[in-house]
T-cell receptor, first 118, second 111 residues
Framework: DVKVTQSSRYLVKRTGEKVFLECVQDMDHENMFWYRQDPGLGLRLIYFSYDVKMKEKGDIPEGYSVSREKKERFSLILESASTNQTSMYLC?????????????????FGEGSRLTVL | GDSVTQMEGPVTLSEEAFLTINCTYTATGYPSLFWYVQYPGEGLQLLLKATKADDKGSNKGFEATYRKETTSFHLEKGSVQVSDSAVYFCALDTGGFKTIFGAGTRLFVKA
């Protein structure tokens, strides 16, 4: 069964701590994404990556960074967590398909990591 | 810019009732349209999609038709079940890397 696995389902951190969220996919997908999900706001894209070591900012990159050293793994880093980063974080992956770099559409999601920053 | 607007929830229905969740979009070009579903405690999963005007996506008794003239992609099901209780997201993809999601509509189905 194909899967996107997020390392932690629930985390509680203190303000100022460094936080790592890890995501692994087993579908050999080129593209990986980090979203945050907040009630009433839907999903907002933080960062994405279309290849190893490549990263692009999404709509809300401030306060976050990412790392993609291997094709199957995409990490989200909060350098200094703040209370307004309390949220559900969703990792997703997708295939580029035959046309190369572009997303063919369907996103495959992990189960999410609920982060609380105190 | 591109955007998706879907009806606010929550929507509460009795089992076997008819479901409609409205979704309209604004986009340049010819987007693909999607409905994703998020069951409690899980990530999102694709429910159905349509890639061009007048296409109908369907899955698990749910249907949605891509209406370019009204820029809509409303989700329907003829008879909902308790197990359909979830959050439903309408989304569009214009072929780049940024899928645009609506705010989500929570559905409660009562036995």
């Amino acid at each position: 069964d194909v899967k996107v696995t997020q390392s932690s389902r629930y985390l509680v951190k203190r303000t100022g701590e460094k936080v790592f969220l890890e995501c692994v996919q087993d579908m050999d997908h080129e593209n990986m994404f980090w979203y945050r999900q907040d009630p009433g706001l839907g999903l907002r894209l933080i960062y994405f990556s279309y290849d190893v070591k490549m990263k692009e900012k999404g709509d809300i990159p401030e306060g976050y960074s990412v790392s993609r050293e291997k094709k199957e793994r995409f990490s989200l880093i909060l350098e200094s967590a703040s209370t307004n980063q309390t949220s559900m974080y969703l990792c997703a992956s997708s295939s580029s398909g035959f046309s190369g770099r572009f997303n063919t559409g369907e996103l495959f999601f992990g189960e999410g990591s609920r982060l609380t920053v105190l | 810019g591109d955007s998706v607007t879907q009806m606010e929830g929550p929507v509460t229905l009795s089992e076997e009732a008819f479901l409609t969740i409205n979704c309209t979009y604004t986009a340049t070009g010819y987007p693909s349209l999607f409905w994703y579903v998020q069951y409690p405690g899980e990530g999102l999963q694709l429910l159905l999609k349509a890639t061009k005007a007048d296409d109908k996506g369907s899955n698990k008794g749910f249907e949605a038709t891509y209406r370019k003239e009204t820029t809509s992609f409303h989700l329907e099901k003829g008879s909902v079940q308790v197990s359909d209780s979830a959050v439903y997201f309408c989304a569009l993809d214009t072929g780049g890397f940024k899928t645009i999601f609506g705010a989500g509509t929570r559905l409660f189905v009562k036995a």
